[in-house]
């Protein structure tokens, strides 16, 4: 009789604990025929999405492991020119980083690293060995050749898309290399496997931008986002690695929850990782361009992790 009393009330409990930690976030809802949220908020004050003071969370101390963010842009077999080599990677040496991770690494999405670090319970885990794959600008590329091989190898990735351009098309003036629409990241979506972020509406340094448009390219973004694809976007990577104080902060309060940077770093022996302790502000990532296409790529990891991790509050 006891034994059932105690069953019910870890029942009970259980299912009160659900209720209130568990059900998702409640996404946007938008109406097309009001004004977008960003456009109210920059004309009269936040009437939707109203600023608010980000929580810092009371975060147990996390497992120290160092996490690595790899970062590509397009893949492709053009030859490199005009010092784009640091965004473009061929197909065949993409691949081949996939497989040498996935052999070497356990890839897990950036929102499970998210999920990990603000767990305030325990109740979020990490793998031996993490590691995150991300994409930046929303290539058709990543679509065409990204997305099969990263099925194949059951590899999750975040990729980051520039809203003003989707779908747009190479050599009609808006871009060099042409960039999937919203129905092939909605496909890639549905995966399972492929989330899509904010990489800003129109691709701005944020951090030299005027405020007006700091708040709509945070917010026009996020919107696009959240219209298209029907869920929330919570996560912005910062274009060219351009942000200040006063971008993370309008970030915060356009309602980001996760910034990544661009890593500027000219060599890859500059290259750092995460730490979950560190939180999810500024994540480092290591650009990974075709110039590396011949370099054993977790060598380049590997070493990156080997260095001494310098806590964000510590850094000149
Ligand atoms: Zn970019």
């Known amino acids: 009789m006891r034994k ?4 019910t009330l870890l029942f009970l409990l259980s299912a009160a604990l659900l209720t209130a930690f568990c059900l998702p976030a409640a996404a946007e809802t938008t109406d097309r025929s009001t004004p977008p949220a960003w456009v109210v ?3 009269g004050g936040p009437r939707e999405n109203p600023i608010t003071t980000p929580q810092e969370p009371e975060v147990p101390e996390k497992k120290d492991v160092k996490v690595p963010i790899l ?6 077999d053009e030859p490199f020119s005009n010092g784009n080599e640091i965004s473009l990677i061929s197909p065949y040496d993409f691949r081949l980083h996939m497989t040498a991770i996935k052999v070497n690494f356990t890839p897990i999405s950036l929102r499970q690293y998210y999920d990990y670090v603000t767990c305030t319970d325990g109740s979020v885990t990490l793998p031996d060995n993490p590691i995150i794959v991300t994409f930046d600008d929303g290539y058709l590329s990543n679509y065409e050749i990204a997305y099969p091989i990263l099925k194949e190898l059951e590899i999750p990735a975040t990729i980051f898309v520039v809203t003003d351009t989707m779908g747009a098309v190479a050599g009609e003036g808006q871009v060099n290399y042409s960039h999937f629409t919203w129905e092939q990241a909605k496909e890639m979506e549905d ?3 492929i989330e899509i972020q904010s990489h800003t509406a129109s691709h701005a340094a944020l951090g030299e931008v005027s405020e007006t448009d700091l708040v709509t390219e945070l917010r026009k973004s996020k919107y696009e986002i959240e219209k298209n ?3 929330e976007c919570d996560m912005i990577a910062f274009p060219y690695g ?3 104080e006063e971008v993370v902060a309008a970030s915060h309060a356009a309602g980001y929850k996760l910034q990544a940077v661009v890593d500027d770093k000219t060599s890859e022996e500059d290259f750092e990782v995460n730490l979950p302790s560190e939180g999810v502000d500024g994540l480092t990532r290591m650009t990974i361009a075709g110039t590396m296409g011949n370099v054993n790529v977790i060598e380049i990891i590997r070493h990156a992790m080997a260095k001494k991790v310098i806590p964000i509050s510590q850094q000149p």
């Open 229 to 231: 694809l029907g869920r």
């Open 71 to 76: 970062l590509y842009h397009h893949i492709t």
């Open 242 to 244: 351009s942000y200040t």
């Open 191 to 193: 995966s399972g496997l």
């Open 41 to 43: 908020t920059v004309e």
């Open 4 to 7: 059932r009393t105690t069953k």
